[in-house]
């Protein structure tokens, strides 16, 4: 079996990270472990660890904004295997998940013991999907709006997400420490690759890649 060295592991809920770890640090000795709770810890993870071999990612992590969260990763970090691990379990979900490059698939639900072994094939080269899994033809709309948030630069993109949260201009300027004016160039380019006319209508694009609201919000 393939041993990992680095694994990432992205996800707001401190109990299930504990429960998780405490199953696989024993069965990856030499592993060394990455914790993030937030879009932010992970920006940090993963420019100090671009080399890791895994990163266990949690659809609802604050500020993701479902998959636009993952489309973004798999544009920086290419090279940088991607499980999803959700308390979203349907079939959409997790068809869009594996279209947009995750290279596995993992209902929260799942049984620790299987876990372990879905986290064992993703390093192994291996695709690892929930059984009851039943794969759909993609959807050309929302593939088209995927492919326009992953032509975004990584400040374009964290901008977006900006607006995303409701931010204005200037706060967003002054939390990037850069311009109003560059805020608004900015903007400019990101409704321009969006194909949009303003904010609004950017961020209702983007919701596409929301997850849906049938939900498990955490508590």
Known sequence: MIQPDNIIIADD?????????????????????????????????LIAHADADLLILDLNIPGGHGFNNLVNIRKQYPQLP????????????IGKAIE?????????STPVDTIYQAI?????????LPSQFQQKA?????????????????????ILMMFAEGMLNKQIAYDLNV???TIKAHATAIFKKLNVRNR????I?????DLSDQEFHHS
């Open 13 to 45: 809920h401190p109990l299930f990270r504990q429960a998780l770890l405490a199953t696989l640090m024993p069965k990856f000795a030499n592993c060394k472990w990455q914790e993030a709770q937030t879009i932010a810890e992970l920006e940090q993870q």
């Open 100 to 108: 947009l490059g995750a290279a596995g698939f993992i209902p929260k």
């Open 120 to 128: 064992v094939d993703v390093i192994a080269g291996k695709q690892w």
């Open 205 to 209: 694009a983007i919701g596409q890649l």
């Open 82 to 93: 991607v499980v999803i691990i959700s308390a979203h379990e349907d079939n959409d979900t």
């Open 179 to 181: 311009s109003e004016a």
């Open 138 to 158: 993609p959807e050309a709309e929302y593939h088209d709006i995927a492919e326009k948030v992953a032509s975004l630069t990584q400040q374009q993109h964290k």
């Open 200 to 203: 609004t209508q950017a961020v």
